[in-house]
């Protein structure tokens, strides 16, 4: 039988690892860390033995690289916290100002101006301090500072 793919010479292979490991270091997903490896340690043995075609490493490689990543990706991830990040302009119970934005009153939060509806029905004007208590749907939910 002919082979396809001519064997692939060790460097090749060292740089195709060495190239997924830096792209690991980018995205971290831990997937292209396990194929890095892989392609580099079927890199490594083509120092010590000849492979029989390139077909036969290009299958090393994946078969390996999808093995380590199988078995350690959880591992890996375990650290890695899953929960977002709260924005600090969504986190409420702080105080705001009635500012004039646009033609209309609009209560300036964290460095953002939000339109907004009294909690207490109360009226209010430019200038009043108010306490955030809600944000939803881009409205904050206020209530005025006695």
């Given at each position: 039988m002919e082979n396809i793919l001519p064997v692939i010479p060790a460097w090749i292979m060292?740089?195709?690892?060495?190239?997924?490991?830096?792209?690991?270091?980018?995205?971290?997903?831990?997937?292209?860390?396990?194929?890095?490896?892989?392609?580099?340690l079927v890199g490594v043995s083509g120092f010590l033995?000849?492979?029989?075609?390139?077909?036969?490493?290009?299958?090393?490689?994946?078969?390996l690289g999808g093995l380590l990543t199988y078995a350690l990706r959880?591992?890996?991830?375990k650290g890695m916290d899953k929960d977002d990040l709260p924005l600090e302009t969504m986190q409420t119970g702080d105080t705001g100002a009635i500012v004039a934005?646009?033609?209309?009153?609009?209560?300036?939060?964290?460095?953002?101006?939000?339109?907004?509806?009294?909690?207490?029905?109360?009226?209010?004007?430019?200038?009043?301090e108010v306490v955030v208590e809600t944000l939803k749907n881009n409205v904050a939910y206020v209530k005025k500072v006695v």
């Open positions: 060292l740089t195709i690892g060495f190239a997924l490991l830096g792209a690991e270091l980018l995205m971290g997903t831990f997937i292209l860390l396990f194929f890095g490896v892989a392609f580099i033995f000849d492979w029989y075609s390139g077909e036969v490493q290009l299958l090393m490689a994946m078969l959880g591992f890996f991830m934005h646009g033609g209309s009153l609009s209560v300036m939060y964290k460095g953002t101006t939000w339109t907004f509806k009294s909690v207490d029905g109360a009226v209010l004007f430019e200038g009043d």
